[in-house]
């Protein structure tokens, strides 16, 4: 076993300065397993002669803890920058599962970039902290078959499977098309994927990449910059518009033009490429009282609120969509005291959804039965800010409780909202991303 010496780097340049993550902590390098054909460090390191994709060189879990010990606390690493830290060879030395358990210890964010499967193995299921662990799964293939012909690493279908569950476990999660070679996907099947982001990387081609990954068609790869042939703006924007079955898009890009561009008009987190989800709740100081499942606010949490008197197609819009979310396992908060609202919890108590009950009034005494199984399988939390002396809902209490739905919440969904009204007014004023489902209310 070789020691890889050089498992912390920062990357500088034009590079680091446009990732939000550019320091990554490898546990395994100097080669990788999946020895990956288009792989950018395979050609980095491959003219020095430092590429061994059957025995790649292990850190030291020693230097490792030495290192994070010095690392500031809430800080991000990338784990598998260059190499994946989930190779093979893990089975055998363990080495990123003991680097997970330190990362947790000293509260250091960690950014998971894999093609494997391994990552959702309940073994680092168990140990992975859902406060601290993002994860990417890369999927550049949707046909096992080919896929092997130009990657060693786990099959794509099994990568899906393992997206799905880590998605289904509450995990921050995301497929990461990387590099996006769309000749190789079947946007049906990558579309029905239930994960709620993806990120998206196109190839970059340099000399190396086009004798080792003949597989793909390069003339329209005519963009050179930072010493690689891209794709141009317009071509990439046309197969942009393949992926449509996720609620969070973002592009991991090079290009500066490009990079501009996505990250004003595309990107769901304007700031942060990588869209990393973080705690939008500090339930450790939590100022309220509850019911049920507390780890519900851990989630990727939408908001929906809708005014009184909403027409009927209003509802049966605002129905629809819960099924939709219900089917997806993804979390609605809001206080559920309209027409509408009423209407979204009915599905998504039936559908088995996930939800966020927020009172305007005191904590019920005990669980009302209509609440009860949900509660009891984890799938429902109610909460409120309202001591016992609140008895009455008031529409003072109302706008403060919608006003708490919306601090808690990641984004927002309107099923319609009256002008001049109290849902208009607290949209408004509110800066994050929200999409209206019946603007008119006809």
């Not at 025995?55 to 991000?76: E, F, M, Q």
């Not at 989800?277 to 509850?290: E, G, T």
């Not at 089917?327 to 966020?356: D, M, P, T, W």
């Not at 005494?365 to 199984?373: E, G, Q």
Request: glycine share 4%; hydrophobic share 35%; proline share 3%.
């Amino acid at each position: 076993m070789k020691e890889f010496k050089s498992f912390y780097k920062t990357v500088e340049g034009k590079e680091g300065q446009r990732c939000h993550y550019p320091t990554r902590l490898d546990t395994y390098g100097c080669g990788c397993f999946h020895d990956c054909k288009y792989c950018y460090a395979k050609s980095l390191l491959s003219f020095r002669k430092l590429w061994d994709p059957t025995h790649p060189s292990v850190a030291d879990i020693k230097k490792i803890n030495a290192k994070l010990k010095t690392i500031k606390r809430g800080s991000v690493l990338r784990l598998g920058g260059m190499t994946d830290c989930f190779q093979p060879c893990e089975k055998e030395y363990n080495l990123t599962y003991e680097t997970i358990k330190l990362l947790n210890k000293y509260g250091i964010h960690y950014l998971i970039v894999t093609k494997s499967d391994l990552v959702a193995d309940d073994r680092y299921i168990s140990v992975m902290d859902k406060n601290f662990a993002h994860i990417q799964i890369t999927v550049t293939c949707t046909d096992d078959r080919l896929a092997s012909t130009y990657e060693h690493a786990t099959p794509p279908s099994k990568r899906i499977a393992a997206i799905e569950k880590l998605e289904r476990l509450g995990f921050d999660v995301q497929i990461r098309l990387s590099p996006f070679i769309p000749e190789y996907l079947d946007f049906e099947i990558i579309n029905k994927i239930r994960c709620r982001k993806a990120i998206i990387e196109f190839l970059r081609v340099n000399a190396f990449i086009k004798n080792t990954f003949p597989l793909a068609d390069y003339s329209k790869y005519s963009h050179k910059e930072g010493g690689y042939y891209h794709l141009e703006l317009n071509d990439k924007l046309a197969l942009l518009r393949n992926i449509t079955g996720f609620d969070e898009i973002s592009i991991c890009e090079d290009c500066a033009e490009a990079y501009e561009y996505w990250k004003n008009n595309i990107n769901f987190n304007k700031e942060d490429c990588c869209n990393l989800r973080f705690k939008s709740a500090d339930i450790s100081n939590k100022d309220f009282r509850y019911i049920g499942n507390i780890d519900l606010l851990k989630e990727t949490k939408t908001a929906f609120l809708c005014s009184g008197m909403p027409s009927d197609n209003t509802v049966r819009a605002s129905e629809k969509w819960a099924a939709d979310m219900a089917v997806k396992n993804r979390c609605i908060i809001s206080g559920f005291q309209s027409k509408a609202e009423k209407a979204v919890l009915n599905i998504v108590l039936n559908e088995n959804g996930k939800a966020i009950m927020c009172l305007a009034n005191k904590i019920f005494k005990s669980c009302p039965d209509k609440f009860k199984k949900a509660v009891n399988e984890n799938h429902l939390l109610i909460i409120s800010y309202f001591d016992d002396s609140h008895i009455k809902i008031t529409r003072e209490n109302a706008e403060l409780r919608n006003k708490k739905v919306l601090d808690l919440a990641d984004k927002i969904v309107v099923g319609y909202a009256k002008q001049t009204g109290m849902t208009e007014k607290l949209v408004h004023s509110s800066k994050k991303p929200c999409f209206i489902l019946n603007k008119t209310n006809e």
